[in-house]
Structure formats: C-alpha cells, structure tokens
T-cell receptor, first 112, second 113 residues
Framework: GEDVEQSLFLSVREGDSSVINCTYT??????LYWYKQEPGAGLQLLTY?????DMKQDQRLTVLLNKKDKHLSLRIADTQTGDSAIYFC????????????FGQGTTLQVKP | DTGVSQNPRHKITKRGQNVTFRCDPI?????LYWYRQTLGQGPEFLTY????????KSRLLSDRFSAERPKGSFSTLEIQRTEQGDSAMYLC???????????FGPGTRLTVL
C-alpha cells in the first residue's frame, strides 16, 4: 500500500542543522519530494530526488535517500528562524498521473 | 505573478449549500491536480486532469463533488449539499509532467457551519 510517515515535531536552535526524516512504503516510487508550508499558505516545492540517486544537494538543503530502507531525509544547514514551517515529504506513485502521496508533515520550530 | 492562483481564498457556507472553487494553473502546465488538506494532515489527492480530460478520481471524491476543466486551462471544483466534514483547505497544483514536481496555489479554505 501507499503510506508515508514523518515525525511530527522538531525543535532546533538558530544556526544548528535540522534533519527531518521520512519513511515510505511503495518501493516502486520514482520521485520523492520535499515541500514547505508556512501558516495559511500553500505548499512550496523545495527539492526532489529521483529514486536512483542517493543524495542531492541544493544550497543549504541536502536530501539523502536510502532506497533499501525506504528512508528519506532532509537536512537544512545553518537553520534560520525563517525556516520555521511544516515540512512535507511526498512520493510520486508510478504511472502516468504523477499524483503525490504526502506524509502528515513535520513542524520545524527554530529558536533564536 | 505567474504562479497558480485560487479563488476564493476563504469560503464560509451553511450546511446543505453548494460551493464552487476556481483554480488557474501556470499557463504552460497541462496537468492539474486537486488535493484536500485537513488540520494537522498532509494533502490528500482528489482528482487529476491532463488538459481537459479528467483521468483519475480518488475514492474521497464522493458523488457530491464534481470537477471540470472545460478548455484545458482553469478548473472548477464544486461541492453540492455541503457537510461539516467537507471543511478543509482545498489545494490546486499544476505541472508539465509526472515527475518534475507540482506547483501549488495558496488554497481555498472552506468552513461549513
């Protein structure tokens, strides 16, 4: 079945690194995504990784994929107060529609 | 701003009324998706259009829900005989293909009293 799990809450100090974790169940997932949602707003696409990759880096963001364990993580370096938001992991189900299955989101709180 | 837009941003209605939401995708995107998000949860897929064709509907989309994309551009989502359980954020997203990521609008927050 299709299921994506995330821890619900993470609190870090400004300047520290944040690591948000996600597990998924569909081993045939082709792409995995990270989205950011600020209060009252829609979802902002942060980054994505193809399932044949192990790592992708984009400025302060590093995505790690362990396909064997079906584990995805998002590392934010030098976390800032503006990074406080809810972060969603999503998997793309194979087939032509490209619909996304989302986790329940991880609330990141950045303390000054 | 050439992002995805949605109207209205907020809608308050009484139980039993009909409501209609509109989504304008990014102009060159031929794929359009509707999702529903309830408090504390991630978005759940409702339906998908490729151009004007509705190619997939979730089991969440009961008979009271209907979506259209008549000219392959904007889309509407109508809910008939609203129920309190329909209260949620309705999100629209668009993309050019199945893999490059979907771009979301700000959502329409529906409150059914």
């Amino acid at each position: 079945g299709e299921d994506v799990e995330q821890s619900l809450f993470l609190s870090v100090r400004e300047g520290d690194s944040s690591v948000i974790n996600c597990t998924y169940t569909d081993s045939s997932s082709t792409y995995l995504y990270w989205y950011k949602q600020e209060p009252g707003a829609g979802l902002q696409l942060l980054t994505y990784i193809f399932s044949n990759m192990d790592m992708k880096q984009d400025q302060r963001l590093t995505v790690l994929l362990n396909k064997k364990d079906k584990h995805l993580s998002l590392r934010i370096a030098d976390t800032q107060t503006g990074d406080s938001a809810i972060y969603f992991c999503a998997e793309s189900i194979p087939g032509n529609t490209g619909k996304l299955i989302f986790g329940q989101g991880t609330t990141l709180q950045v303390k000054p | 701003d050439t992002g995805v837009s949605q109207n209205p941003r907020h809608k308050i209605t009484k139980r039993g009324q009909n409501v209609t939401f509109r989504c304008d995708p990014i102009s060159e995107h031929n794929r359009l998706y509707w999702y529903r998000q309830t408090l504390g949860q991630g978005p759940e897929f409702l339906t998908y259009f490729q151009n004007e064709a509705q190619l997939e509907k979730s089991r969440l989309l009961s008979d009271r829900f209907s979506a259209e994309r008549p000219k392959g551009s904007f889309s509407t989502l109508e809910i008939q005989r609203t129920e309190q359980g329909d209260s949620a954020m309705y999100l629209c997203a668009s993309s050019t293909g199945p893999t490059g990521g979907q771009f979301f609008g700000p959502g329409t927050r529906l409150t059914v009293l």
